[in-house]
Nanobody, 115 residues
Framework: QVQLVESGGGLVQPGGSLRLSCGAS????????MGWYRQAPGKERDLVAT???????QYGDSVKGRFFVSRDNAKKTVYLQMNSLKPEDTAVYYC?????????WGQGTQVTVSS
């Protein structure tokens, strides 16, 4: 059974930081492209960051220079370090595991940036 379990979300003030984690089970984690996406109310789900099995990273334009994605294959975990958070970063953040012919989603974790 495939499971992607996100953690680390919460309420943070503007300018603050959060670190999200996503633990995976039931997949060949070391060959997956792992990613983070987010969805704000009334909006589409957008790319935040991805990291390939080889360590190549990609970021959405709105988070470049503020968010950093990393992975630990031994722990089957992908991380998202979020710095200089803004109110517009408020969304549900979803973990994603992608393979050539299939992909999987976590249940999401809420991040709220507000004073």
């Amino acid at each position: 059974q495939v499971q992607l379990v996100e953690s680390g979300g919460g309420l943070v003030q503007p300018g603050g930081s959060l670190r999200l984690s996503c633990g995976a089970s039931g997949i060949a984690f070391d060959i997956a492209t792992m990613g983070w996406y987010r969805q704000a109310p009334g909006k589409e789900r957008d790319l935040v960051a991805t990291v390939t099995s080889g360590g190549r990273v990609q970021y959405g334009d709105s988070v470049k220079g503020r968010f950093f994605v990393s992975r630990d294959n031994a722990k089957k975990t992908v991380y998202l370090q979020m710095n200089s958070l803004k109110p517009e970063d408020t969304a549900v953040y979803y973990c994603n595991a992608s393979f050539p012919t299939r992909y999987y989603w976590g249940q999401g974790t809420q991040v709220t940036v507000s004073s």
